[in-house]
């Protein structure tokens, strides 16, 4: 009981983390490249309601800390790009195949450095490891693409996103919690 008394007096949490999300055209262009390298390599296609590209993975989060987040974002002085996604690759540690940038542009390290400076001086522990701009296309893959650079696609980010993970039977749903715009380019 006095178990039962604690749980529902805990806060829920959110499994929070901001990114960007590809508007329809360019999230086409993902799906049929995740088709294409789970064709060649196997594994599991992300769905293409779920193809983003992470800034900041902030994980489990208490709710009542949302608030605070789209404070801390709407604080962020970012300017839209172009990113042209033309390389694909693996990660052997968690058989994940990505496309990226060969060539990040200066306004998304921008966006992502400011984003995680304003949110590590909000209290936020976020992970160490360096910002490395990929977007999953495939996981549990049973082999390495053979190509590593293709056409470029090209994607035209306009604004991030607060994005809430919530697992069901049917996989991961991601509910978008507050978008913010990015300058337009002078
Ligand atoms: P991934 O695509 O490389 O797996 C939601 O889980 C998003 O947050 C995914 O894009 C995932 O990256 C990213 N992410 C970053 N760090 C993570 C972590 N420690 N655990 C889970 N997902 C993480």
């Known amino acids: 009981m006095a178990e039962a008394a604690a749980d529902a007096g805990r806060a829920p949490n959110l499994r929070l983390f901001f990114a960007l999300w590809p508007d329809a055209a360019t999230r086409a262009g993902l799906h049929a490249r995740a088709r294409a390298l789970h064709s060649e390599c196997g594994g599991r296609a992300m769905r293409r309601d779920t193809i983003h590209l992470t800034l900041a993975f902030l994980g489990e989060t208490p709710v009542r800390q949302v608030e605070r987040l789209r404070a801390v974002a709407a604080g962020v002085q970012g300017e839209g790009f172009a990113l042209d996604l033309d390389r694909v690759g693996s990660w052997h540690r968690n058989r994940i195949l990505w496309t990226g940038p060969s060539m990040v542009p200066p306004a998304l390290a921008a966006l992502a450095q400011d984003l995680e400076g304003r ?68």
């Open 119 to 186: 949110l590590r001086a909000d209290g936020c522990a976020l992970e160490a490891r360096a910002f490395s701009p990929h977007v999953t296309l495939v996981r549990n893959a049973h082999a390495a693409p053979r190509e590593a650079q293709l056409a470029p696609l090209r994607w035209t980010v306009g604004s991030f996103v607060l994005v809430a993970s919530e697992l069901s039977a049917a996989g991961a749903h991601y509910r978008t919690i507050g978008r913010w715009p990015l300058k337009r380019r002078g």
